[in-house]
């Protein structure tokens, strides 16, 4: 929504912390970008796609983050500033080439963004991916604001430079989709060559600087690498304290949590007694710096998402202050005063400093806090559910009955994406497994290999069209390889359209709006030599009737690729609904009828609605899409669909 | 440096998600930051979104940018797409000052369309907002979005309920630009939407 290529320094915008981050690349001269969709990094991709024409920079949605991240090295060693992004669960798709890139070192800037999800908002996981900086020993910042997001990103690409290796800028939700002032720098204007370079490793002369080989050495270099980043965090301009010069206690944090520490001193008074040191570069940890605040005060607590990653490097450091050194109590997640899953919410810290410092704490009014929490019982639940007008809705209609209709207890294997609500009231509680991208049909190969051992469970493996390229094509070719008895349902609506209605390989068009070669699923599948049908997910019948067919046959994989666009992409290129809905109040019967209620208490469409009043269904034409799914599932007939 | 008559001034913007609150709190920050304030804005995504409860937090202040996330009692302004998510929100964030903008057309939650859990009839739902606030303003958003051809309109005459309330240190000549920066092909349309939401707060 923002401009981020506005060339205004000085002037203060009002940017998302994606945006920042975006901008922060393009001021570091970035030329090339690369990122797999997900949540809550994806506008960082989303926003430099859209300038990508316009700001001479090469901008992809890659089909993974592997492939991102690979694509971004390749750029760098060709002398190109790059970043790669993406959302927790997507550093471990790239993590097996991350490991060997620290081996070799780098080109230009590289740098990769990894934003998490505490409180696993858009997520099936809390990953804290910081830990991946430790395992790995790669440098690691952490933006606590939007105007910091974009400072360190541009400082990342030159840390990361000087250093010869990549750097890891570690967001998460609250700052990623946080919007705030952020007051712009200059855009360098450089003309870029890219050129790969033929030089040898120091040690090695016929190795190639950029190939990971057998060498220990190599190793030993990139600890020499992390002790030099070690000496540049001592003096960071993204580590301050502040507070008294000896404090009653000290608050160590990083990233969001850091304006939560603020928030609780001010709204306890404490400025005077309690100390903010706010870490922006938690790993390696700038030794010397930590051990001067930790003589601030004998009585320390560790804030910050997820895991107590700060609190154990300073408590290693701690065991190892001299024996004469005064005693320092620490509080934090192994105390149990943080809690170790979960958000943090500015609750949590204001009540725990105030339990710290011994004074009582009352949000609101006493009397008025008595009243909410009483009214609070008559506020109904906001259960997840499909869009109106979503064929996902019509594809897990058709496996229910299916599946009810087979009658041999057969299950759906999920996968991530919208249809994830596969596990929810909106999919009929029909997904019984979901993990990562791809796992839906990975799980149903072994599932699919049981018969030896009497297993007869029809096993329906679903992925999205975006999903289906990321990660699921390598599980169907092993699927058919290993002769695994499963159905792979390849839900195309033709978009990524959980994390944005995204283009991938399949849509012909790429992320900066170029026309691509279209791949063709279908053919692809076909190629494979197993068995493919295409299917209209608002066809109910047709879809129940292939898939009972299918799941009668245990002659190993097979293919549907149901295939219907997104209703939200639909309606919004086209700006009309199909039909005009509406209940005949003469044809349905209400309670009285013997499907009890199957268009409501079943079927539930947020776009169809129960009058109480008069014992009827009703569109609320403010939701409903006008799709017309729904006059299938009404046994009277009494639901009419009125072409628009 | 901006005075604000409190620092800071707490907003939430509230609804179901694909109602707009995301683009209400991201005008009302834009306007917010070209008038000189500092502003937050902790907005909910993903699979939040789909259907179920979103709330956008707006914290603004004269100096610097608070957090993202309001402390729980402390709103000061609430501004809902939806009555029984403005109840939810009061319960969490209000207190004996919060004023209440809010429309009146219910989404129901799957788990009541399926008869599994009581939505409160409309009028209930008022009574319990007007003990949990200071000052109601009730606005018909959607029926009125309805004659102006769109139920999605429900958005920008509840932002101009906000402005014509006082609430905010905005005024029309503040929010004019934004929308049609933002709204360059429907700028009539939605103007005559603002303008509406104006009138219905009394303006």
């Known amino acids: 929504m923002a401009s981020i290529e506005l060339d205004a320094p000085g002037t203060t915008q009002l940017f998302l ?12 001269g970035v030329g090339f970008a690369a990122s797999y969709p997900g949540t809550p990094a994806s506008e960082i991709m989303d926003t430099l796609v859209s300038i990508a024409k316009d700001m001479d920079i090469h901008a992809e949605w890659s089909v993974n983050e592997k492939i991102a991240l690979e694509a971004a090295a390749g750029a760098s060693f060709a002398g190109i500033r790059a970043i790669a992004s993406m959302k927790q669960n997507g550093i471990n798709v790239a993590s097996d080439f991350l490991i060997n890139l620290t081996m070799t ?125 070690q000496q540049r965090f001592e003096s960071a301009p993204f580590n301050w304290y502040q507070g008294p010069n000896k404090a009653e206690l000290l608050i160590i944090t990083s990233g969001a949590s850091t304006s939560c520490c603020i928030e609780a001193v001010k709204e306890l008074k ?42 154990r490097s300073v408590m290693e450091l701690a065991a190892n202050l001299p024996m004469n050194s005064p005693r320092i109590v620490f509080h934090g997640k192994r105390s149990g005063h ?66 009810q209709l087979d009658g041999r207890n057969g299950f759906v294997c999920g996968d991530i994406g919208c249809y994830a609500l596969g596990f929810a009231a909106g999919g009929y509680y029909q997904s019984r497994t979901m993990h990562a991208m791809g796992s839906g049909a990975g799980v149903a190969n072994g599932l699919g290999n049981l018969s030896q051992f009497g ?50 390989p399949g849509t012909g068009m790429t992320g900066a709006g ?131 | 440096m901006k005075e604000l008559s409190k620092e800071p001034c707490n907003l939430i913007v509230s609804g179901v998600g694909g109602q707009g609150n995301v683009l209400m709190s991201f005008l009302i920050g834009k306007a917010l930051v070209n008038q000189g304030y500092f502003v937050s ?24 940018c608070y957090g993202s996330l309001i402390p729980s009692g402390h709103a000061d302004v609430i501004l809902s797409l939806e009555p029984a998510e403005t109840l939810r929100m009061l319960c969490q964030f209000g207190n004996p000052n919060v004023v209440t903008i809010t429309n009146t ?27 949990l606030s200071a000052t109601v303003i009730v606005i018909e958003a959607t029926d009125e979005a309805f004659k102006l051809g769109n139920p999605i309109f429900a958005n920008v005459i509840l932002i101009g309920a906000l402005i014509g309330s006082g609430a905010l240190p905005l005024d029309k000549q503040s929010m004019e630009p934004i929308l049609k920066e933002n709204f360059p092909k429907e700028f009539d349309a939605n103007m005559a939407a603002f303008n509406k939401g104006m009138k219905l707060a009394g303006h």
């Open chain 2, 41 to 64: 804005v902790g907005d909910t995504y993903g699979a939040s979104q789909r259907g179920g409860s979103v709330a956008s937090h707006v914290r603004i202040s004269g100096h610097t």
């Open chain 1, 455 to 504: 297993f007869e469970q029809p096993v329906i493996a679903v992925c999205g069209d975006s999903t289906f390229f990321h990660a699921t094509i390598p599980a169907l070719i092993n699927g058919i390889y290993n002769k695994s008895n499963f159905i792979l349902l390849i839900l195309d609506n033709s978009a990524t359209a959980m994390t944005g209605f995204q283009p991938h």
């Open chain 2, 105 to 131: 057309r219910p989404i129901y939650p799957s788990d009541v369309t399926s008869g599994h859990t009581i939505y409160p009839t409309i009028d209930e739902l008022l009574k319990l907002i007007e003990k």
């Open chain 1, 514 to 644: 170029e026309s691509a070669i279209p791949i063709d699923m279908e053919a692809l599948c076909r190629s494979l030599g197993v068995h493919v049908e295409v299917c209209d997910p608002f066809e109910l019948e047709n879809t129940t009737t292939i898939l009972l067919k299918l799941m009668a046959d245990a002659g190993g994989a097979k293919v549907v690729i149901m295939r219907r666009e997104c209703e939200m992409v639909r309606a919004k290129r086209e700006k009309r609904f199909p039909y005009v809905m509406y209940v005949d109040p003469d044809i349905c019967i209400g309670e009285a009828c013997g499907c009890n209620r199957v268009c409501t208490r079943v079927f539930q469409c947020p776009g169809l609605i129960w009058d109480k009043e008069e014992g009827k269904s009703k569109i609320d034409e403010a939701v409903c899409t006008g799709c017309g799914l729904c006059v299938e599932v009404c046994p009277e007939g009494a639901i009419v669909k009125k072409a628009t």
């Open chain 1, 270 to 311: 404490l400025n005077n007694t309690v100390g903010i040191f706010k870490l922006g570069t938690p790993w390696p940890l700038p030794e010397n710096l930590v051990k001067k605040q930790l003589r601030r005060s004998k009585k320390v607590l560790f804030v910050e998402e997820v895991d107590p990653f700060i609190e």
């Open chain 1, 105 to 229: 070192g780098i080109g230009k800037g590289l740098i990769v963004v990894v934003a998490d999800d505490p409180g696993a908002l858009s997520s099936s996981n809390e990953q804290d991916s910081r830990n991946i900086c430790k395992w790995m020993n790669i440098p690691l910042l952490e933006p606590s604001n939007t105007q910091e997001a974009k400072d360190m990103t541009k400082w990342a690409f030159e840390l990361s430079e000087e250093l010869d290796t990549i750097c890891m800028l570690r967001s998460v939700n609250r700052i990623g989709h946080t919007r705030g002032n952020v007051k712009l720098g200059e855009l360098p204007k450089m003309e870029q060559r890219a050129y790969f370079p033929h030089i040898w490793n120091m040690f090695a002369p016929t190795l190639s600087k950029f190939a990971a080989g057998p060498f220990p050495r190599l190793h030993k270099m990139l600890n020499e690498k992390l002790a030099e980043a």
């Open chain 1, 17 to 28: 912390g994606n945006e920042a981050i975006a901008r922060g690349a393009l001021e570091a």
């Open chain 1, 338 to 403: 943080i809690p170790s899953y979960g958000e943090l919410h500015p609750d949590i810290v204001i009540n725990t400093v105030a339990d710290l410092m011994a004074i009582p704490y009352h949000a609101r009014d006493i009397a008025y806090e008595k009243k909410a929490e009483e009214l609070s019982t008559h506020v109904p639940g906001r259960a997840l559910n499909l869009c109106p007008g979503c064929p996902h809705r019509g594809t897990f209609w058709a496996i229910k009955n299916a599946l």
